[in-house]
């Protein structure tokens, strides 16, 4: 919370929201339409990054992580991806003086393309089919209204998002304080890199089955097995659907079916909330949801 308000989360073409420990969530941006000349703070690598760098055949730029989690990025296949901040490659990754000498670490997503072009590894349009985009689509005219819905991964980290009809997105709002369920505070998730509230034109809910890879007194390491299939929700323009997501390999991007047909998306951004399987849903009024 002290860290806030981010760079770069606007530019974001789709971003994942996943548990990360002891009560914290972390963002994960995949960048792509467009660049963004600072992004972070950069934190350390977490396993469930992974399944999103060979979903995308991305390159990963991240700060540094648990030594049993940067060995096995650096044993996978696509290692030759991995740009992990150094005192010689800044840019595309540096530290900037905010005061914070933990959290100051920030990305150039240009110069990282740069970056990898000069080091000589591949950096050429991958295949990435698997999701659909459609602007109107007679699916998206059924639906339960959902004009509101919170998201709750502990009294520490909750979040709510707020449809507005004239812009067809979600706005995002994030915990101001602590709280205990049913006492939330909330305020606008700003990004600092456009002064602009962070908004999302389709939320996807991902409920996946997730286990513990290394427990300690200090350390939490959660293995999140975003591979085969799962319930998930999808919301768009204020309506929310009940889907299925499928990802069928390791190098296959994720797919999201509502009744055996690809479920179409709304043209623009995605924002993927990834919560545990055994997750409980209520649907607290005709139109809010958490």
């Not at 349009?125 to 819905?149: C, H, P, S, V």
């Not at 502990?154 to 707020?162: G, I, M, N, T």
Request: charged share 20%; aromatic share 12%; proline share 4%.
């Amino acid at each position: 919370r002290d860290v806030r308000p981010q760079w770069g989360l606007t530019a974001a073409d789709h971003v994942y929201e996943y548990y990360l420990e002891f009560g914290l969530t972390r963002f994960l941006g995949v960048f792509y339409g467009q660049d963004a000349r600072q992004v972070g703070p950069v934190r350390s690598a977490r396993l469930f990054d992974a399944h999103i760098v060979r979903m995308y055949k991305s390159i990963f730029a991240f700060g540094f992580g648990d030594d049993q989690v940067v060995d096995e990025l650096l044993a996978s296949e696509f290692s030759h991806l991995l740009v992990i901040q150094r005192s010689d490659n800044c840019p595309p990754l540096c530290r900037i003086e905010t005061g914070d000498s933990y959290n100051n670490l920030f990305a150039d997503t240009a110069a990282l393309s740069q970056y990898i072009t000069q080091r000589g590894d591949p950096n050429q349009r991958q295949n990435l089919d698997g999701l659909r985009f459609e602007d109107a689509n007679m699916i998206t005219f059924g639906g339960g209204a959902a004009e509101r819905i919170a998201v709750r991964y502990s009294d520490y980290s909750y979040h709510q998002w707020e449809y507005d009809a004239a812009s067809r997105r979600y706005n995002r709002s994030q915990e101001a304080e602590t709280r205990l369920p049913g006492q939330e505070v909330y305020q606008p998730l700003i990004d600092s890199l456009t002064g602009q509230q962070v908004a999302a034109d389709n939320l996807v809910i991902l409920l996946v089955n997730t286990d513990y890879y290394f427990k300690s007194s200090s350390t939490e390491i959660f293995n999140i097995n975003l591979l085969g299939e799962g319930q998930a929700y999808a919301l768009r323009d204020g309506k929310i659907f009940k889907i299925t997501w499928k990802r069928t390999a390791p190098d296959a991007i994720l797919s999201l079916v509502l009744s055996g047909a690809p479920f179409p998306l709304n043209p623009g951004n995605v924002w993927y909330i990834v919560l545990g399987a055994t997750s409980a849903e209520r649907k607290r009024d005709n139109a809010s949801w958490q």
